[in-house]
């Protein structure tokens, strides 16, 4: 212990000889003392630099950890971003096959509205032909009246010169008996030729109206077998 003392004496620039009055348990004292002194201060630069590292580490691990949340969240905002780039792009390809199908159905229309312009003409032609063949039925119904007029005007200029010649011989009466027939036949021919015009006229023009029908009815199923959405 005293050479204990001593070293710790001759470290601290201290000598014994400034210290003869004191007795050796006292020394003793002042070395325990420095001692003890040395070791605290070394306990707590030890305890000092374990707290500075662990602060170190708190804070390495905190701004690593913030680090880490910031890479995360970069990620997550260039995911947003190039959905929502991929969003825009499918919008563009939207927009674009809708503005497509938009003048697909704006041609669709102009050639239904000039089918249905053709279809609209053809309807007023057979309307126009309609009254020609309502004028035509009337004028060979006027002429057929005309005709009976003049069977019944013969007919009465027979009788009468049949009751004004009642006196005549056997042979004029034979002679008007076979013209009453002649006069008959050539009002019935006249008959039978109209009756025969008539539905020749009737005929050609219900060809005609069967004829446009039938056109119609080809167009329409040429759009549907075409474009079935547009019926749908």
Request: net charge negative; aromatic share 6%.
């Amino acid at each position: 212990l005293n050479k204990e003392c001593q070293q710790f004496l001759l470290k601290k620039n201290l000598k014994l000889n400034s210290y003869s009055n004191l007795e050796l348990n006292h020394l003793a004292l002042i070395t325990i003392y420095f001692l003890s002194n040395q070791h605290l201060c070394d306990n707590a630069k030890e305890l000092y630099n374990e707290t500075v590292v662990r602060a170190l580490k708190q804070e390495y691990n905190l701004l690593n950890s913030e680090r880490n949340d910031s890479i995360e969240k970069m990620n997550s905002l260039q995911a947003q971003l190039q959905h929502m780039d991929d969003e825009r792009c499918n919008s563009r390809e939207l927009i674009k096959n809708l503005n497509n199908n938009n003048e697909k159905l704006n041609s669709e229309l102009k050639r239904i509205e000039s089918y249905y312009e053709q279809l609209e003409k053809e309807y007023n032609r057979i309307g126009r032909e309609n009254e020609l063949l309502r004028d035509s039925k009337t004028e060979i119904y006027q002429e057929s009246l005309q005709e009976e007029n003049k069977k019944d005007s013969i007919n009465d200029q027979s009788i009468s010169t049949s009751a004004d010649n009642s006196t005549h011989s056997d042979i004029d009466c034979q002679q008007l008996s076979l013209e009453e027939p002649n006069i008959f036949n050539i009002h019935i021919d006249r008959e039978t030729l109209t009756d025969n015009q008539h539905p020749d006229k009737l005929l050609q023009i219900n060809n005609k109206l069967k004829h446009a029908l039938q056109t119609i009815k080809e167009k329409i199923h040429q759009i549907i077998v075409e474009q079935p959405d547009l019926f749908r």
